[in-house]
């Protein structure tokens, strides 16, 4: 039976500086916030510390920047192993300024390819997990599992919108969430049908997510939304996250504008 009271829920965990176990923690997480898994949960996790738990950190030491990333470096001030790294992460990448680099890895366009140096030990980075969908799918399957119960699981991560101040959630992502909604063909509050309006579900339930697990030194990678449970499902329905470049309002009124991609 589906809990229709809408609740958030979060708890400090340890720092962690190595990969680790992640369900672990997350039957920890639950533990320390008096609740157990129920059908139609959606459990939103930091994909840095997803990343983390997979081993997805590397010493700047150990890389060696080739001659692309050090054009790269040059053309904005940024530092030439972060750039060897993000064009190693990337299909694409547009020098931006002030040392970040604008990547387009796997249908997402995010300074630096999402590779981060906050919340990890000085001179380390930690990338995006290898492949986001996956891990999610795995952590839903573990859950089903060991109790018996459907969640929807979210991979966040945060990012900034064009000419707009401040950091907003993302879904890098999901396993049994209905990710998208379209709903094209529906009317409005006068009877004018919908067009273009597709709903960023799991967009919007990962920005509710960050409003706690913050930016800097929160320790909150695992949120916990109860109530929501109509947005999940036992099954994956995939779902493209991105538009194409072509079909991009932002796009279409900068491309003009923007340097040749690496």
């Not at 920890?28 to 997979?54: Q, R």
């Not at 499902?233 to 491309?255: G, M, P, T």
Request: charged share 25%; aromatic share 8%.
């Amino acid at each position: 039976m589906h809990n229709n009271e809408f609740s958030v829920h979060w708890c400090k965990l340890e720092r962690q500086a190595e990969s680790f176990d992640l369900i672990s923690q997350i039957k920890k997480f639950y533990k320390k916030i008096g609740k157990k898994p129920e059908e139609g949960d959606i459990l939103l996790l930091s994909g840095k510390y997803v990343a983390m738990s997979e081993g997805r950190t590397y010493s700047l030491s150990k890389i060696k920047p080739m001659k692309d990333a050090i054009k790269l470096a040059e053309l904005n001030g940024g530092s030439p192993k972060l750039a060897e790294a993000v064009v190693r992460e990337s299909e694409k990448v547009y020098h931006a300024f002030s040392g970040i680099f604008m990547a387009e890895s796997s249908g997402l366009l995010q300074p630096n390819a999402g590779i981060d140096k906050s919340n990890v030990q000085e001179g380390s980075i930690v990338l995006y997990p290898e492949d986001p969908n996956a891990s999610a799918l795995s952590v839903r399957l573990n859950v089903l599992a060991d109790f018996g119960v459907n969640i929807g699981v979210i991979i966040t991560d945060s990012r900034i919108y064009p000419v707009r101040k401040g950091t907003v959630g993302i879904a890098i992502g999901y396993s049994g969430i209905k990710a998208i909604l379209d709903e094209r063909g529906k009317t409005d509050l006068f009877g004018k049908p919908l067009k273009v309006t597709r709903r960023a579900v799991a967009d919007q339930l990962a920005t509710t997510a960050q409003l706690v697990m913050g930016e800097s030194g929160e320790s909150t990678p695992i949120v916990l939304v109860r109530g929501l449970a109509n947005f999940t499902c036992d099954k994956d329905i995939k779902a493209n996250l991105s538009v194409e470049f072509s079909e991009d309002l932002y796009y279409s009124a900068i491309k003009n504008i923007i340097v040749p991609a690496v």
